[in-house]
Nanobody
Framework: QVQLVESGGGLVQPGGSLRLSCAAF????????LGWFRQAPGKEREFVAV???????????DSVKGRFSIYRDDRDDDKNLIYLEMNNLRPEDTAVYYC?????????????????WGQGTQVTVSS
């Protein structure tokens, strides 16, 4: 059974840091691009970052460049891990963060490319 399970969200003050984790269960994810989207209240779900399965190439949305880092651990084909290291957090980073997988096609930012989703984890940046 394929499944994406996130963890690591929480409440943090502006300027603080959090690390989100996602366990991707299922061998299909060992050859998938893995990434993160987020959705703030009243807004559409938006791309945050993605890492490719070959070469671990990365893409970021402009607003998180230099503050967020995405990386993956593929040592176990049945349980791939991805992480989103978030530094210098801002109130506008507040959202539900979703782990996601793109099983086909080139690396991209378009939501329609992604075909597996986790349940989401809340990140709140507030003093």
């Amino acid at each position: 059974q394929v499944q994406l399970v996130e963890s690591g969200g929480g409440l943090v003050q502006p300027g603080g840091s959090l690390r989100l984790s996602c366990a991707a269960f299922g061998r299909t994810f060992s050859t998938s691009h893995l990434g993160w989207f987020r959705q703030a209240p009243g807004k559409e779900r938006e791309f945050v970052a993605v890492v490719s399965w070959i070469g671990h190439n990365t893409l970021y949305t402009d607003s998180v460049k230099g503050r967020f880092s995405i990386y993956r651990d593929d040592r176990d084909d049945d349980k791939n891990l991805i992480y989103l290291e978030m530094n210098n957090l801002r109130p506008e980073d507040t959202a539900v963060y979703y782990c996601t997988a793109q099983t086909r096609g080139p690396l991209g930012r378009d939501l329609s490319r992604y075909d597996h989703w986790g349940q989401g984890t809340q990140v709140t940046v507030s003093s």
